[in-house]
């Protein structure tokens, strides 16, 4: 069963108000995937395709203790980054991009993570999303990575509505104001992952409530014992 969209697009005014609630609620957001250094983030985002960040920590631990950078990770060889993270799905085929990312690197990058799109993209494993994700944590650029989480509010809040992850992420880049939309990525993901979850949005706990356009957030409020909803429903 898919999840209702909004009734109609949030107004820029609404987007800023429900951005603000977001990050009053939650002013330290912040990635929840353990890095150090550009490389050790892009390796993790790769990883964390179709896997929990928590899943995905657990098995860098390991890898990047033995392999902290790219000469090392080649030195441990595509069987030897995937016996580090088999628990985690597609494991064979993010290993031969790991290792396949990690000798780009070095012919072309002398090591380093680069910090322009073009050249992101053209690693092995790197989409548009974890462009985004790198150039947003690692350079501090205002880019609005759109994963599974993100997708699911641009269109349930109608905070930007899309049929695909781009148009989303052109609808919030245009109706998020400038000076929050880099850290919006992470008040976003976040909000998603415990507040505004897929199959059960906790519409009772939610920040950004009033300027939200879900058409059964009532409803979903309701469904809370009266004692917490008053203030929402005042």
């Not at 930007?160 to 993901?189: F, K, Q, S, Y």
């Given at each position: 069963?898919?999840?209702?969209?909004?009734?109609?697009?949030?107004?820029?005014?609404?987007?800023?108000?429900?951005?603000?609630?977001?990050?009053?609620?939650?002013?330290?957001?912040?990635?929840?995937?353990?890095?150090?250094?550009?490389?050790?983030?892009?390796?993790?985002?790769?990883?964390?395709?179709?896997?929990?960040?928590?899943?995905?920590?657990?098995?860098?631990?390991?890898?990047?203790?033995?392999?902290?950078?790219?000469?090392?990770?080649?030195?441990?060889?595509?069987?030897?980054?995937?016996?580090?993270?088999?628990?985690?799905?597609?494991?064979?085929?993010?290993?031969?991009?790991?290792?396949?990312?990690?000798?780009?690197?070095?012919?072309?990058?002398?090591?380093?993570?680069?910090?322009?799109?073009?050249?992101?993209?053209?690693?092995?494993?790197?989409?548009?999303?974890?462009?985004?994700?790198?150039?947003?944590?690692?350079?501090?650029?205002?880019?609005?990575?759109?994963?599974?989480?993100?997708?699911?509010?641009?269109?349930?809040?109608?905070?930007?509505?899309?049929?695909?992850?781009?148009?989303?992420?052109?609808?919030?880049v245009a109706r998020i104001p400038p000076d929050m939309l880099?850290?919006?990525?992470?008040?976003?993901?976040?909000?998603?992952?415990?507040?505004?979850?897929a199959r059960a949005p906790e519409c009772w706990r939610c920040?950004?409530?009033?300027?939200?356009?879900?058409?059964?957030?009532?409803?979903?409020?309701?469904?809370?014992?009266?004692?917490?909803?008053?203030?929402?429903?005042?």
């Amino acid at each position: 069963m898919t999840t209702p969209t909004a009734r109609r697009p949030m107004t820029k005014p609404e987007a800023r108000r429900f951005i603000t609630a977001l990050a009053d609620a939650n002013p330290d957001a912040k990635s929840e995937l353990d890095f150090t250094n550009p490389f050790t983030l892009l390796v993790a985002v790769v990883l964390s395709a179709q896997a929990t960040d928590k899943s995905v920590n657990k098995v860098t631990a390991g890898l990047f203790a033995e392999a902290p950078d790219p000469a090392a990770m080649l030195r441990l060889g595509e069987a030897g980054i995937a016996a580090h993270i088999r628990t985690i799905g597609l494991w064979r085929a993010k290993a031969h991009n790991v290792f396949l990312l990690c000798r780009q690197l070095l012919d072309h990058h002398g090591g380093d993570v680069p910090s322009d799109r073009a050249s992101l993209e053209a690693l092995p494993g790197v989409g548009r999303k974890t462009a985004n994700v790198v150039l947003n944590v690692a350079f501090g650029e205002s880019a609005m990575a759109v994963d599974t989480h993100i997708f699911r509010i641009g269109n349930r809040t109608g905070l930007a509505p899309g049929r695909t992850t781009r148009e989303v992420e052109d609808g919030l880049v245009a109706r998020i104001p400038p000076d929050m939309l880099r850290p919006a990525h992470h008040w976003l993901i976040l909000h998603g992952r415990y507040v505004c979850k897929a199959r059960a949005p906790e519409c009772w706990r939610c920040p950004g409530y009033d300027p939200c356009q879900f058409p059964e957030k009532r409803a979903r409020l309701m469904l809370h014992p009266p004692a917490s909803q008053n203030a929402l429903l005042s």
